[in-house]
């Protein structure tokens, strides 16, 4: 069974970090690019990072840039995302999925909360 799951999320003070993990089951993760989206309440999904089957290549969105890294173990089948320095505006569900954009992917995981507050 294909299978995507996050883990990580939590409570952080600003300029806290933390590091998620994207596990994946049933596939081969190293096949695939991975992509980092989050959701805020009352916005839409956006893409947060992505990282290319072979890792040459890294994205991320311009509000990210600096802060997070993206990373990928392909022989623990796991992709992760470190965030630093983070900003209660990069509160969210935080979701990875098995391509690099919201159209192109259709497995998502169930998703972490990520908040950041004082």
């Known amino acids: 069974q294909f299978q995507l799951v996050e883990s990580g999320g939590g409570l952080v003070q600003p300029g806290g970090s933390l590091r998620l993990s994207c596990a994946a089951s049933?596939?081969?993760?190293?096949?695939?690019?991975i992509g980092w989206f989050r959701q805020a309440p009352g916005k839409e999904r956006e893409q947060v990072s992505c990282i290319t089957l072979d890792s040459g290549t890294t994205h991320y969105a311009d509000s990210v840039k600096g802060r997070f890294t993206i990373s990928r173990d392909n022989a623990k089948n796991t992709v992760y995302l470190q965030m630093n320095s983070l900003k209660p505006e990069d509160t969210a569900v935080y979701y990875c999925?098995?391509?690099?954009?919201?159209?192109?992917?259709?497995?998502w995981g169930q998703g972490t909360q990520v908040t950041v507050s004082s």
């Open positions: 049933g596939f081969t993760l190293a096949y695939y690019a």
């Open positions: 999925a098995d391509a690099c954009t919201v159209v192109a992917s259709d497995y």
